[in-house]
């Protein structure tokens, strides 16, 4: 079974309301996928049964040729909307070390050694103790995500990233997804497609059923040449689907 991510014939139903059906795809490491739709279609959801919080009524999801529920160290997840009391005195150092799931009070050398290399390799050495509350809306989404990946993860879930911050963060965490997808394979939920229009390698459309929609690249390098912008046009007119291993590209008329 070959693929990073590989779901088969998905759907989840809340009660009698329906909200993903015969959900299909496979992903391969390293790839950044953009994930849009309408709301109440289904995005959010498709990432909570990718990371095994929700079970679906049917199909299958792996993770490396395994179900999430037996690799969750595999995926870090962030969702949108992540609540802390602001009146806790708890530091960024602290945050980032809670994604090691450890009995109450009882952290290693080892697991804080880990949680300072995740603080390094986001970009908060700087801010490491200060209080959580007194980052920046960019520098709150890189601690929640160095949160979802200290325990090792190399698959990343984001939900909304960019709700939250301004156009500066949103730069500086769009260079930031860039590179770490060297290392593992990300997944964004986003109304935001510009922010991912330079580094998205696919975009799938979920509302209710799935359909994924193309890249351009000879329109990107038309764009690229004219413009001097760098993004990647993707082609909204056109959807690829696929069966039985053969990929074809239709148009919607």
Request: proline residues 3%; hydrophobic residues 35%.
């Amino acid at each position: 079974m070959n693929g990073k991510i590989i779901v088969n014939n998905l759907s989840f139903s809340y009660g009698d309301n329906c909200v993903l059906k015969d959900i299909n795809f496979s992903i391969n490491e390293n790839q950044i996928i953009t994930i849009i739709g309408p709301n109440g279609g289904g995005k959010t959801t498709l990432l909570r049964l990718i990371a095994g919080l929700i079970v679906p009524d049917k199909g299958e999801v792996f993770i490396n040729g395994m179900c999430p529920k037996c690799k969750y160290g595999h995926i870090g997840y962030v969702p949108q909307h992540s609540h802390f009391d602001n009146k806790y005195p708890i530091t960024v150092f602290e945050v980032v070390l809670s994604g090691l799931i450890k009995p109450i009070g009882f952290y290693s050398k080892k697991d804080k050694l880990k949680a300072e290399a995740m603080i390094e390799y986001v970009g908060l050495e700087s801010v490491r103790n200060n209080s959580f509350n007194n980052l920046s809306g960019g520098q709150s989404q890189r601690m929640l995500i160095a949160r979802a990946l200290v325990a090792d993860a190399d698959i990343l879930l984001l939900d909304e990233p960019t709700s939250n911050i301004d156009s500066t963060n949103e730069k500086g965490l769009e260079d930031f997804l860039k590179n770490i997808s060297k290392k593992m394979t990300i997944l964004i939920v986003t109304h935001d497609t510009g922010f991912v229009s330079e580094i998205t390698d696919r975009v799938f459309c979920i509302n209710k059923y799935m359909v994924e929609h193309p890249i351009d690249s000879n329109l990107d390098e038309i764009i690229s040449a004219s413009y001097g912008i760098k993004t990647k046009v993707v082609r909204h007119d056109q959807v690829i689907s696929s069966a039985n291993d053969h990929i074809c590209v239709r148009n919607n008329d």
